[in-house]
Antibody
Framework: QLQLQESGPGLVRPSETLSLTCTVS??????????WGWIRQPPGKGLEWIGS???????YYNPSLKSRVTISADTSKNEFSLRLNSVTAADTALYYC????????????WGQGTLVTVSS | DIQMTQSPSSLSASVGDRVTIACRAS??????LNWYQHKPGKAPNLLIY???TLQSGVPSRFSGSGSGTDFTLTISNLQPEDFATYFC?????????FGRGTKLEIK
């Protein structure tokens, strides 16, 4: 059974960089039919797709965040990461990592989410 | 961006009831519509993809329909474990966008 687990600091100072890692177990991130991505949900708001990375390292970002986001992967550790720079209070959210299958274009596995608060 | 509008935002029902949740896209998305169930503190769970295809392992009391811009999720014979938040998501194009969710509560 595939499992995804987010990890990283729960508190980030304004203007600094938010960094999260998603560790994948039960499957390889090198699989060619899947994309590995990040989704967030600010308190009281809807879900927002941040971006994804595929098995070849190609990345796809939400234009609203593209200038501040980097998603990368470490295949040796079977994990992928999110970096969001110049954060503000608006970036406070529950951050999920998820796998998107090419077939069906569905987010079929998700992590439980990790809360990141931006505050001084 | 494609806007996804869900209704209602909350719903009260009893065990054994049949409920329907609607999702409307701001533009044509063919059948690229997915439905998820979410319980607090847990990972969201994919129920339906491509508007009407039941994800493996999901009970058959869940069903989806629609195409173009209007979609529905129907849960028949509600079970206690079905009380959760449900949200839709379009995968027609990027950025992928989500509905705000429908909270299904016990009456």
């Amino acid at each position: 059974q595939l499992q995804l687990q987010e990890s990283g600091p729960g508190l980030v100072r304004p203007s600094e960089t938010l960094s999260l890692t998603c560790t994948v177990s039960g499957g390889s991130i090198r699989s060619s039919n899947y994309y590995w991505g990040w989704i967030r949900q600010p308190p009281g708001k809807g879900l927002e797709w941040i971006g994804s990375i595929d098995y070849s390292g190609d990345t796809y970002y939400n234009p609203s965040l593209k200038s501040r986001v980097t998603i990368s992967a470490d295949t040796s550790k079977n994990e992928f990461s999110l970096r969001l720079n110049s954060v503000t209070a608006a970036d406070t959210a529950l951050y999920y990592c998820a796998r998107r299958a090419a077939v069906g274009r569905k987010f079929d596995y998700w992590g439980q989410g990790t809360l990141v608060t931006v505050s001084s | 961006d494609i806007q996804m509008t869900q209704s209602p935002s909350s719903l009260s029902a009893s065990v054994g009831d049949r409920v329907t949740i609607a999702c409307r896209a701001s533009q044509f998305i063919s059948s690229y519509l997915n439905w998820y169930q979410h319980k607090p503190g847990k990972a969201p769970n994919l129920l339906i993809y491509e508007a009407s295809t039941l994800q493996s392992g999901v009970p058959s009391r869940f069903s989806g329909s629609g195409s173009g811009t209007d979609f529905t999720l129907t849960i028949s014979n509600l079970q206690p474990e079905d009380f959760a938040t449900y949200f839709c998501q379009q995968s027609y194009n990027t950025p992928y966008t989500f509905g705000r969710g429908t909270k299904l509560e016990i009456k």
